[in-house]
């Protein structure tokens, strides 16, 4: 799949920032061209000083700003066809997006257009790091401080073993080929 596919088009993030939400992204669309016939856009990660550009969210930044109520209720759906569908209610669906993040993208919006969410609800995503350090260095040494000092955690024992059940579940899904469902007991230590 092509890295393009992972983010929000030009046209989908155009209409997150006309709906009010302007946030930074860790990539971006740089638009090209002068008009709306003729502008195409190439994805970058904003190093180039000049030039229109608009937010390439991604899958989790997505996530991140919908609602955690709505983020629970939301049900995506993936059709043999390669399509993704939400679901509005028991028996609505919305239009077919050819991506997941596309997908996501639209159920924000909906949310918003709906009224069933407002831009104060909307999440803001945490500002992007850029690690000098490996990538687990700082969970590990955020645990030895904690065992030395007794400074919290940054990512307490409980959701630790609520992340690794999910994660435990989708490597028994994919070993056999199946869906696994989710109890809440299973999320319990």
Request: charge should be positive.
């Amino acid at each position: 799949m092509k890295k393009e596919f992972n983010y929000t088009f030009p046209q989908t993030s155009l209409a997150i920032q006309a709906a009010g939400i302007h946030w930074k992204a860790q990539f971006y669309w740089k638009i090209i061209g002068a008009n709306h016939k003729s502008q195409k856009a190439v994805l970058v990660d904003k190093s180039e000083p000049f030039g229109r550009f608009v937010p390439a969210f991604s899958v989790s930044e997505i996530g991140t700003m919908i609602p955690f109520g709505f983020f629970n209720e939301m049900k995506i759906h993936k059709y043999l066809q390669g399509f993704y569908k939400y679901q509005v209610d028991d028996k609505t669906y919305s239009k077919p997006f050819s991506t997941e993040v596309e997908c996501r993208a639209h159920y924000l919006l909906w949310l918003i257009e709906s009224g069933k969410s407002t831009l104060q609800d909307i999440k803001k995503p945490e500002e992007f790091i850029e690690l000098s350090k490996p990538a687990h260095q700082p969970h590990l040494e955020n645990f030895f401080q904690a065992v030395r000092t007794g400074s919290p955690l940054n990512c307490p024992a409980e959701l630790a073993y609520e992340t690794a059940v999910a994660v435990m579940a989708a490597n028994e899904a994919v070993a056999s080929g199946k869906r696994i469902e989710f109890k809440p007991e299973q999320f319990r230590v």
